[in-house]
């Protein structure tokens, strides 16, 4: 089974709000995010941290397991952490993706999941016209290592440190939009 991480837990500081309520198309970004990738995955789990209750609210009636992080502030490998002890037991791979890139597209994730089904590699990464971009792809394998995970480095540093254990999907796009302030949200919308 593959299941899907989605990390919602982030403070936006240099949005100067909660970004992930901030509307989009009639709906909030992160509701947006979970959307698209429940698309792929037969098992969703969420994490949310700060303003919690008002993003859990935000998902209300999307089928995932959502998990508050107490520990938010102390950066991303906490809702690394706190998201894989929350996977199903009979999880074999995790799809980690962001609550702040709500356009990520659904075939994007389905080439992921497939190339690690043929590849059988315990990293499967997109790279949009070369650049790596999620949602990456974690093996069960990396469990561990996605649990140990400490600070404010997210799982970037598994795919760094283990670069020949990575198998890449070549995406002939732009890399999905981040939104980190007011700013990025009418390229959203473009």
Known sequence: ????????????????????????????????????LAQSVEDLVIVVGCEAERVRDALDGVS??????????????????????????????VIVALGD????????????????K???APIVSPRYRGVRGHPALFDRRLFPELSALAGDAGARSIIERRAHDVAYVDVEAEHPVDVDTPDDLPRLRE
């Open 101 to 116: 890139e709500p356009r990520i597209d659904a075939a994007v994730t389905r080439a992921v999941i497939t190339r690690w």
């Open 64 to 93: 995932a397991t959502v998990v508050e992080n107490a520990e938010w502030a102390s950066g991303i490998a906490s809702s690394i952490r706190c998201g894989v002890d929350a996977l199903p037991l009979d999880a074999e791979a």
């Open 118 to 120: 043929e590849a059988q």
């Open 1 to 36: 089974m593959i299941a899907g991480l989605l990390l919602a837990a982030g403070g936006a500081r240099r949005f100067g709000a909660q970004k992930l309520l901030a509307p989009l198309d009639g709906m909030p970004l992160v509701r947006h995010a979970a959307l698209h």
